[in-house]
């Protein structure tokens, strides 16, 4: 998929190095096993492995995010398929590193993936997000996603919102 300024793609195993360093600059308030871990996990060669099974599923599954010109990775966007969702209804997904940040770059790539979704007939779609991420609820009210008011409530890291577009 293009845009103006992005091209989004298949991720590659040799660019694990950059979705780790997504893992480092996540915000404290996001849940430890979604951070680095003590041990250092994720390691590279634990994302490596993970993009190197992604190949095998359908779908455009998680795109790399490369600003066109530059060839630079500033991170990813896609879907994914929950286990415990509708098979027909993916969830929106993306992540950039924080160079990147306030640029729209997530907004544009969030919007090519969701133009892709519509037009391969997923009537719906999911995307989950942190009440204190004011950021990245902007950009999911831009691509005409609406929040639910489904909470998962968690005292320590914030609230999780569930938000849907028709």
Excluded at 71 to 79: E, F, K, N, Q, S
Excluded at 92 to 115: D, F, I, K, M, P
Excluded at 128 to 147: P, Y
């Amino acid at each position: 998929m293009e845009t103006d300024r992005l091209i989004l793609r298949y991720r590659r195993v040799g660019e694990a190095a950059i979705y780790r360093q997504l893992w480092t600059e996540r915000d404290p308030r996001v849940p430890p096993q979604r951070r680095i871990d003590p041990e250092g996990r994720p390691t590279v060669a634990d994302i490596a492995a993970e993009v190197r099974a992604e190949r095998a599923n359908s779908g455009p599954g998680i795109l790399a995010v490369e600003r066109k010109g530059t060839a630079d990775v500033i991170g990813y966007c896609g879907l994914i398929f929950p286990g415990n969702a509708p098979p027909d209804e993916p969830e929106l997904v993306y992540e950039l590193l924080r160079a990147a940040h306030g640029r729209g770059y997530a907004t544009e790539a969030s919007r090519a993936v969701v133009t892709w979704a519509s037009e391969a007939g997923y009537r719906r779609l999911w995307a989950t997000v942190w009440d204190w991420n004011v950021a990245s609820r902007r950009v999911l009210e831009k691509l005409g996603f609406r929040e639910t008011g489904r909470v998962e409530p968690d005292s320590v890291n914030g609230h999780s919102l569930l938000a849907v577009r028709e």
